[in-house]
């Protein structure tokens, strides 16, 4: 029976759940979960998305996670194929790490959101020694919200939850969500809301979004001829030809450049992105964006015409 297909959409917020097989822990030690949190933020800073909060349990992982208008499946499927590759490296061992593919479910709402965020800080409830004091446990980003911790990979946006509660006051907004995170907690020990990683959504599905705290979505839609044609214009270079050459540092950036761009926004997979730069392998494609990504962080020019790029498709 084929599976169902994944509920996606440009400006919808998810709540992603990773989990291992039943036979392995996620992550072993405290290592894994800092190279884990490393991969957060190289993904979240190649592909343009933001991360609201994180939990890294010893066998699942949850993310609230605002894709900005990228797939979530090509954003998951980076992040998950480089910590297998790290986990399988380091512990000597073949084959799947992950509990089949991740969970995901879009909120459909601010008040979904708000829940989502207490559900996921109060996840450390159950490790012997966090009951009553889940902010303090080192892997989630509970501790940050509440200014007991420092955001060391810098990959948490708090300005969407605080935005949610109109409080400009750092101290004010702490004690409120402190309080907010801890009620519903104790909500959900007294058996009076859906526990949300087991239980069916209480939100009806709609197309429909209710969010209200004037989030702006990157649109990663544009046409693939137009955003060539821009870079080509911007770098001075010949499409027709310069897409198709691999020699010569000049064109290698050309194409690198280009085949980044064309995987952040405009969406496009690996295979894709090689019917345009052609004489090229998949491998080789992944490897061009991230020499492209690298680019436009060590060259203003480049991060110009990024920039440039992404207040077109906005």
Known sequence: MPRKARQKDPAAIYHIICRSNSELLLFRDNEDKEYYLLLLKRYLGKYNCKLYAYCLMDNHVHLHLDANGYDIS?????????????????YNRHGHLFQDRFV??????????????????????????????????????????????????????????????????????????????????????????????????????????????????????KPVASIIAFISDKLQMNQLTGLQTKCRHRLTNYRAFTAYVLRVLCNLSYK?????????????????????????????????????LVSIAA
């Open 272 to 308: 894709e992105i090689c019917r345009y730069l052609l004489n090229i392998t998949i491998t080789s494609c992944s490897r061009l964006c991230k020499k492209g990504y690298d680019l436009i962080h060590n060259d203003n020019f480049h991060m110009q015409i990024f920039n440039e």
């Open 74 to 90: 090509k954003f998951m499927h980076s992040l998950n194929t480089a910590y297998v590759w790290y986990y399988n490296t380091k």
């Open 104 to 221: 995901s479910r879009i909120l459909f709402s601010d008040m979904h959101n708000l829940v989502v965020s207490a559900y996921i800080h109060n996840n450390p409830h159950d490790i012997r020694g966090y009951s009553g004091k889940e902010e303090m446990y080192r892997y989630s980003s509970y501790g940050i919200y509440l200014g007991l911790a420092d955001d060391h990979y810098e990959i948490i946006d708090t300005s969407f939850i605080k935005s949610l509660f109109g409080l400009m006051d750092n101290v004010s907004f702490t004690e409120r969500y402190h309080n907010f995170v801890k009620g519903r907690r104790e909500l959900a020990e007294k058996g009076k809301i859906f526990d949300i990683d087991e239980a069916p959504l209480i939100f009806p599905l709609s197309a429909d979004y209710e969010y209200v705290s004037g989030r702006n979505v990157m649109l990663r839609n």
